[in-house]
Each structure stands twice: as C-alpha cells, then as structure tokens.
T-cell receptor
Framework: QKEVEQDPGPLSVPEGAIVSLNCTYSNSAFQYFMWYRQYSRKGPELLMYTYSSGNKEDGRFTAQVDKSSKYISLFIRDSQPSDSATYLC???????????FGTGTSLTVIP | EAQVTQNPRYLITVTGKKLTVTCSQNMNHEYMSWYRQDPGLGLRQIYYSMNVEVTDKGDVPEGYKVSRKEKRNFPLILESPSPNQTSLYFCATKRGFNTGELFFGEGSRLTVL
C-alpha cells in the first residue's frame, strides 16, 4: 500500500467553480500535511501547509486534515484559469525528514 | 532572490556513463533532499541530508549516491546509470527541521539510453 493515495484526475471545471481535491494516507505518524502546485515544466511550489489536523484558509484556498479518517483535502473557491496546474498532496512524520507525495491531480479551469 | 539551482536541466546519456546532477541553494538551509518524478508514481524521495556530512536514504535510493561536503551543495551521483533511471529529478531544501515546507529547484530531466 502506498503511503499517500491521490485521485489522479484529470479534472476539468468552468471558471468560478469550487474545486475539491482529495488524498488519503496510511500512516498515523504523519504530522505535516502539504499541498503543492506544479505548473508544466516547473518545480512544485508550496501552496498550503498544515501541522496536525484541522483547517487552514488562505485566500481562495482551504486545506483540511481529518486525522481520524486519514483524509486530506484542498478546496479552491472561485477557480481561475491561472489555477490550471497539477496539485500534489504530501505528508511527513514529526521529524520532517522523509516526505511522501501523492501522484498528483491535473486540474484545468476553462474560461 | 531565494533559489535552488540544479544543473544540468536536461541531459541525455548512455547506460553506464557516470554522471552528476548538481544542486545549490542560497538560503542557508541545513536540510536538502532529492526526488524523482515519474508518471503514475509521483514524487519519490531518493536521499536527504540533515546537515553537512549527514545523509540518509529515502524511499528509492538504489543506484544513487549523494554527498554533502558543503552546506549549500548537495550533488546527486549516478555512478552507472541505467534506463530505469530516466526521470525528472528535483532537489529541495527546507528552512527548519520540524517543518514540512519544501522549496524545490526547477528540475533536471535525465534520459538514459
């Protein structure tokens, strides 16, 4: 079993839609939960970062972690064409040394 | 400007010919790591380094070597590359130990024929 499972998509939505991206993880020792955005031919860039469980909001983006069900979510409100990218979820244990990534979900926002 | 710089960005080589992918960071971060990204498999950690002269294996270390002799540099060495090491490679750093915030380089696309 992979440490992190992510819906691969692809996902295509109209501009202005609410997007929901999801991952599950297997190891209850994971304490750091991240979402990275990766544009074509670029390195991943950190979008949202959460320690332990709960919600975190930053502008149009909301990250949720439910440790009881080992579920990670990213919500994008009022999606824009510039949000078109691949979104990677990631986790790490408390030590923060090893990182485990989902396979990524490709999102296209249609104008 | 904070940067993680990888070289080369693109490389085509042949089986068995030793190569090194360099990674340099200007953020004074102690932690550095290497990943490979493959379709359907996502990003997988190869090696990481907590500090100078301190390295440890990630999920997929076979066929790779690393060294950390200076804080800013963390080269990835393929001593005898094979076609299954054809991949997109990323170097990343982070500013503290108990944090999940990685800063990635732009990637190095390697093809082994």
């Amino acid at each position: 079993q992979k440490e992190v499972e992510q819906d691969p998509g692809p996902l295509s939505v109209p501009e202005g839609a609410i997007v929901s991206l999801n991952c599950t993880y297997s190891n209850s020792a994971f304490q750091y939960f991240m979402w990275y955005r990766q544009y074509s031919r670029k390195g991943p860039e950190l979008l949202m970062y959460t320690y332990s469980s709960g919600n975190k909001e930053d502008g149009r983006f909301t990250a949720q972690v439910d440790k009881s069900s080992k579920y990670i979510s990213l919500f994008i409100r009022d999606s824009q064409p510039s949000d078109s990218a691949t979104y990677l979820c990631a986790t790490s244990p408390y030590t923060g040394n090893q990182f485990y990534f989902g396979t990524g979900t490709s999102l296209t926002v249609i104008p | 400007e904070a940067q993680v710089t990888q070289n080369p960005r693109y490389l085509i080589t042949v089986t068995g010919k030793k190569l090194t992918v360099t990674c340099s960071q200007n953020m004074n971060h102690e932690y550095m790591s290497w990943y490979r990204q493959d379709p359907g498999l996502g990003l997988r950690q190869i090696y990481y380094s907590m500090n100078v002269e301190v390295t440890d294996k990630g999920d997929v270390p076979e066929g790779y070597k690393v060294s950390r002799k200076e804080k800013r540099n963390f080269p990835l060495i393929l001593e005898s590359p094979s076609p299954n090491q054809t991949s997109l490679y990323f170097c990343a750093t982070k500013r503290g130990f108990n944090t999940g915030e990685l800063f990635f380089g732009e990637g190095s696309r390697l093809t082994v024929l």
